[in-house]
């Protein structure tokens, strides 16, 4: 069975599941084959879990803004909607899913600072990803968009099923503030229902 394909890497056990996870930090994906549990934590960023259920195979990715206005190869990163969508539908093409199987589950876009509220980010990414796969003919299965809460998601492609954890206010600040400064600080790279917890 080949190894999972991803710019991020397992770090150890949920303590929400107590399963081994590999968490998606902004501006990453991750696709497998094994039965593995995938988690982010999202504000204003937008997740969406794709899987071809045939081939058993899904990922997750986790962008920050919708589009680019960079031109080049800084434009061409993984926290941008469209590249991020493309790596990871190419990326689980090569674990043998069909394009024509593929169905979604998208998540984020969460409006979590008020101070914020101008610049609708979270719509817009919200938007894209909705948009991008009704364009692509990628059945959404389900959604958990906007709002004004952070959410932690954690997904199983073996089952499709994804768990949803609405955090507190005070939360949604401080992971509006980590998805930029993870932004910031890392290089462009190139590269079935919702269930709530607690």
Not at 63 to 70: G, M, Q, R, T
């Amino acid at each position: 069975m080949p190894a999972p394909t991803s710019s991020a890497e397992a770090d150890g056990r949920d303590r929400d599941f107590g399963r081994p996870a590999v968490r998606v930090q902004p501006g990453e994906h991750y696709v497998t084959r094994r039965d593995e549990l995938i988690v982010t934590v999202l504000g204003s960023c937008v997740s969406v879990c794709l899987r071809d259920a045939g081939r058993g195979v899904g990922g997750l990715n986790h962008f920050l803004l919708a589009e680019s206005v960079e031109e080049g190869p800084a434009g061409a990163s993984a926290r941008y909607g469209g590249y991020a969508m493309e790596l990871l539908i190419n990326d689980l093409l090569k674990l043998g899913a069909r394009r024509e199987r593929l169905e979604a589950k998208v998540f984020g876009g969460g409006r979590v600072l008020s101070a914020l509220n101008g610049r609708a980010i979270g719509e817009r990414n919200a938007a894209f990803a909705l948009d991008y796969l009704k364009a692509e003919g990628i059945a959404v299965l389900a959604h958990d968009v906007l709002g004004e809460l952070a959410r932690k998601i954690a997904f199983l492609p073996s089952s499709g099923r994804v768990w949803v954890r609405r955090l507190g206010r005070g939360a949604g600040g401080e992971v509006f503030g980590a998805e930029r400064r993870w932004a910031a600080a890392r290089p462009p790279q190139a590269d079935g229902g919702v269930e709530l917890f607690k």
